[in-house]
């Protein structure tokens, strides 16, 4: 609660903002609350690691083809999972461009997920996709996109000098590694990780470590509230 708000207030002062998320654009834009809010007119929203992007300018998703491998895992994946006896506290979501396999409420989650990962690497290697692994899920997805070149690419397209980047997952370290290379590059980078003690590479990472959501939309507030009138 408080994010809408924050960004609406903040967007008009910057040259972009963006959302970077695993999950379909469209999704993202509803969970958001994103769409036709007053002072975020220019937002988008890169859905499925890029592959698939909203623009509030049209209110429309353009996507990729979506790569064979996926419908091939989606129909093997419940057999998969109880013949190797991984079906219990294990749970499927269906991401249209990709398959996620979540262990969070197996009985124990971190023996579950570390038990699955080698299988379902193999399974996904067998269809042409890779598996991208999150806190508690193992998510089986075409390759040639993460977070890290979805973000790249659009930097590049609006001729960003500045980036700031907030995330609070293992998803998000290409990204992380993408804006070390822009300073590497010339261009100004923060690197925000909303604090988790479950992905602590990520907080190592950062050049500023919040305490969660909350504080993210306190950052963007803050932020808003001591840059110059747009």
Not at 77 to 102: N, Q, S, Y
Request: hydrophobic share 45%.
């Amino acid at each position: 609660p408080g994010a809408v708000s924050a960004l609406s207030a903040l967007a008009p002062r910057l040259r972009s903002v963006a959302v970077v998320t695993g999950r379909p654009a469209g999704v993202a834009v509803r969970y958001g609350g994103f769409a036709g809010v007053p002072g975020l007119d220019h937002l988008v929203v890169l859905g499925h690691y890029g592959a698939e992007r909203w623009d509030a300018v049209t209110g429309t998703v353009r996507a990729a083809e979506t790569h064979p491998g996926v419908a091939a895992v989606r129909a093997e994946l419940p057999g998969f999972l109880d013949a190797i006896g991984a079906w219990r506290g294990t749970w499927i979501e269906e991401k249209g461009r990709a398959v996620a396999v979540h262990t969070r409420r197996a009985e124990d989650p971190q023996a579950a997920f570390d038990a699955l990962r080698a299988p379902l690497a193999e399974l996904a290697a067998r269809h042409g996709l890779i598996v991208e692994p999150g806190r508690m899920v193992l998510e089986l997805r075409p390759p040639g996109m993460d977070k890290g070149v979805a973000l790249a690419e659009y930097l590049r397209e609006v001729g960003a000098e500045s980036v700031l980047y907030a995330g609070d997952d293992l998803g998000d370290l290409p990204a992380f590694a993408a804006v070390e290379k822009l300073r590497s590059d010339g261009v100004a980078g923060l690197l925000v990780c909303s604090g988790s003690t479950e992905v602590e590479e990520l907080a190592t990472r950062a050049d500023l470590v919040v305490d969660g959501p909350e504080g993210v939309v306190g950052l963007l507030a803050s932020l808003t509230a001591n840059l110059p009138p747009a």
